[in-house]
């Protein structure tokens, strides 16, 4: 009795609460005016979505960007491919918005939509012009609200999905290598699985799999709305009170376990590839975190190494010693993870053993000679390049602001973050590089035959 | 018990005053059952173009923007693969590669440093009717950028070894394209349709690259790279001004000769129908272009083309699309696109379906075409064809480096403002009527059609509606004529 008499109370308290309130969430708001894009970030109370709007008035287009933090690393195992095949299901349709209606109002419009998922993200965007904003937000309110999961549209999307992973395999006969680079870089089965998922896990995935992925991860707490473009922001804003406020919010989620800290140790395989046709290696580093105060320095680094066509590895190895057929690398984020990653083809066995010696030996250089101030100017323009074009447009830049956003849970002002990567100096480089370019690497060798 | 007696009542008070607060809210939500009613389109305020010349005929278009500090520029030189010799298909293109291989006083690898140290990217592409360079930078290296570029117009050396060495890069990269159905299948659709014309020259495949020599590099340079014959696109925080003074620091030793060089006539369009396969064994999927000739960008029935594009396979809710894909299921993807070119353009579809319903794909095609060629397009779908096409035109000008690109391609084929400050009015004027005049008297039923696929799974099935079919291989190369009986 005493417990139905505290629920009313409870009861009681919260209508008293609603009715002061007269039915609007309450809405906090933190202005970043000295952006060099000013923007303005909420949060809905009642259901802890986060919204952040940017105006820019040079043209009248305006991007919506909905990213949910949520990716590969949340599937358990046996049910890998969820995170892909939910992506895929968000264009199916909703309680209100037949399967192609989303698509088809957005390009009757003029505008552009599309959609990405990665280890940690999933994230839906949409370039349209300004007059379109309100029904970009009930396409993408009906679809967090009330999305349509059936056996039919689900068996739709699994076969679409067997369809791409197959095709995948044939066109890339090295898919397989780094499938299982990744799983040793990573040591972990949230981080180190394949983001599309096993065909066998897939093939298995039931209707209530589906259903109890986007009940748990497709809420409004677990989401980051940005838009920026030709808006005005208090219209906006309620708009978007409009279409958002009413979804409640779900369960908490809580954080996935990370990796166990960076192993000391090293680690070599090799895997026999009989579809690929030359050799080659995946070399793999373990980094800081994508938030710590080395991660300014790594990122420099990535672009003396492989970045561009003067960058040292691409110098050495594709045009000084022409030792590969085939290089590519940078530094991959996944949630609070960072590692290194270079993949090289190559000939022969000869050269396979002689490109990773070149490697070792630029890294020995990196770790010991004090880089000209020229060469890492160069590589501190080009990245600043890179940088300022993430926010040159509306949707890069609601991509920048959502992306950031998710990964700090705050959004760092551009122009602070472009004054450290700028302050880099030849010492941090050495300091750095030896710290994450000790013997602890991992390979994979790729053998033909 | 008398104090829980009161809270229920209260709380059943409160219970019926939230339900009669919030009714209003709730029945509110019937506005998730349509879509909201859009406003107008915004108005455009296209960036104003300013345009000055030097005096030995460099061109200059400059378009002041303010918003990031980077600058785009595009170098327009007015001679593409059309304008290659008959027996040296290639030679516009290795010339357009050669220039940023050496100058005066860098090689090629130092002018890569140059061109990475300002933050820039440096890009070529090669059109039947130009050579266009994009360049991208950060904005405090403008001198600098000006002046890199002006030496590889001006001073290129052309030596034999960094020659060889880019001629090897673009043998590779072209090799690598040719593992791709889609290109080597649209290459032979207008291999097909340019027979006998200039434009035929820029489907070249990679082993024409050896017959090319540092003399004819040297020899094409020396004739078409000139300032008469260049135009210069950017934009960028500055104004005319300025860019006039330092165009004028950089680019006026820059000699001015006569060009021999004029517009192609313009290709006479398939008036049979032609099928060519092109083999490609165990392919999963089966690739089809289907495509002629029609009129070019000046012409002004461009714009019911543009919109009758739109309505049969502009975007993914298209005919093409909804019936291959969404309907019948034969197909990944279905499109219809317009590529322009100075003296014509091409009106192409292409379709990724499955290679056993490859007949009736094709047959599905016709027929969508025969719908728009038969009879009238419903108002309802031209008007959405417009609104698609009048609000996505902002969306393709909007990073400096589409704004350029934008400018340089009206520019180099001679659009005017009809394709730029009045494309909305003339969009605007298209009906159903218009489109219908123009769309049955295009040579749409008589295309060619190219597929890529499985010859054990494709190559009967052409017998349905063809006596004959040319082979080609990957390399556009003609194997023979298979005829069915």
Redo the contacts between chains.
Sequence with gaps: ?NEL?RY??K??IL??S??LLG?RAHVDAQEKKDFPFPCTQYKFNNNGLHVILSE?H????VSVVVAYRVGSINEEPGKTGLAYLMENMMFMGS??VNR?QH???I??????LNATMTEDKTIFFQ??????L??VL??E??RM?SLQIDASNVEQAKQAILEEI??RK?RDPYLQSSWRFDQLLYANFAFGHPAIGSEDDLKNLTVQDVRDFYERFYIPNNAVLSIVG?IDRKKTLEDIR??FE?IPEGEPIPPVPLPKSPEKKSIVESLQIPLAQSPGFHLGYRLSSPSSDDFYVLSIIEYILLR???SRLY?RLI?REKLVLQLNGGIEKRQDQARLKIFVVNNNQFMVQRCKKAIFSELHKLKTSFISE?EL??AK??F??DY??Q?????PKALFLAETFLSRNIILNPAEEIEKYMAITPKDIIGVTNRYFGIESVILDIKTE | MKVKNRQTIILIFFLLSQIVLYSPLLSQERFRKTPPIPEPFPILQLPEIQHTSLYNGLSLWVIPQNDVPIISLKIIVLSGESSSPENLPGLATLTANSISQGVSDFSSSEIEEMVEFIGGNLSIEIHPDYSLFSFTFLEEYFDQALELVSRMLIQPTFIRREIDSMRTAVYYDLLEKSSDADFFAKRQLLQSLFDNHAYKKSTFNEDVLKNITQKDIASFFYNHYRPNNTLIVLTGNFNINTVFSEARRFFTRWQRREINHSTPPSPEPQENMKVCFIETPGAKDATIYLGNIVMPATDPDIFPLLVMNQVLGGTPNSRLFMNLRESKQYAYNASSEIEFYESCSVFSIHAKVRPEVVESSILEIFKDIELITNKKIPSFDIEQAKSYLIGNFPLQIETYNDLTSKVAEHKALNLEDEHWNKYYENIMLINSEKVFELAKNLPLMTPVIVVAGDGDIVLNQFGAFIKEVDIYNKKGIYLGTYKFD
């Design positions: 009795m008499f009313k109370t009861l009681l209508c008293l609603l009715s039915g820019d040079s043209l009248p287009l309680e209100n192609m698509m088809s109002i390009n009757r419009g003029g505008g552009e370039r349209v012009p300004s007059n379109q309100s029904r009930w396409l309110s009906d609200k197959s095709l044939a030709n409009k279409y009413t561009g066509k003067s110098k045009k020229e100017k160069k323009n080009m600043l390049k300022i074009s926010y040159s447009t509306s949707l």
